[in-house]
């Protein structure tokens, strides 16, 4: 598994890594099984018939954390593929142990930043959902810039999905929330098919996450949407 690829190479990232401990069982699950779930990160972009060996709805999420939430979805949906993004090591190694505990073979993952997967892996016009639930808020003002969401990546979401592909968006922080708003009120490449706010009951097309559950133990609500590719 290789933590950096020969990509575009971008001045401010939406990311930190996080250096957590890796315990044996996932640095075991690391070794073991990242040649079964693992993809690595290349300009070659990817044909998910071969990369699966079918055709099927194709899903992506981004930033799955420890891949609960994202096992339980494909272990739902055995009739579509899913494609899970995530940097951080310990998270992936959890990810793969719960993918083989519940024996399913429709999840692949992809250790490298989302945005050059995006734009340079993905095939345009491949995708029919992707998930963005609880990116990292940089809530500070002077933080703004990291954040993944701006204009750059919304067109390359546009781009990734297919016609009427779907994409969501989930966070637990107000001023985020107001960002996402107004982002995606200046922009004619979606169309807003569904918001909710709510106290955790009221999850969006999704399964909780730990994210989620951390937020709403600090009080905070949370915001879902689903927006709608536009052309």
Known sequence: MTQDGQGFKRT????????????????????????????EYSDATLDPEQLFGRSAPLTVEIGFGNGDSLVQLAAEHPEHDFLGIEVHVPGIGHCLIAARQAGI???????????????????????????????????????????????????????????GGTFHIATDWQNYAEY???????????????????????????????FEKRGLRRGHRIWDWRFEKIG
Do not use: M
């Open 12 to 39: 401010v990232r939406s990311f930190v890594r996080r250096t957590g401990r890796i315990t044996e069982s996932q640095q075991r699950a690391l070794d073991e099984l990242w040649p079964l779930w693992g993809v």
């Open 105 to 163: 073979d429709n999840l692949r993952i992809i250790s490298h930043d989302a945005v050059d997967v995006l734009s340079r892996q993905v095939a345009p016009g491949s995708v029919s959902r992707l998930n963005l639930y609880f990116p990292d808020p940089w809530p500070k003002k002077r933080h703004h810039k990291r954040r993944i969401l701006n204009v750059e990546f919304l067109n390359a979401v546009h781009t990734c999905l297919k016609a």
């Open 180 to 210: 996402i708003d107004e982002l995606f009120a200046e922009s004619e490449l979606f169309r807003l098919d569904e918001r909710r706010e709510h106290d955790g009951d009221e999850p969006l097309d999704r399964a909780a996450t730990k």
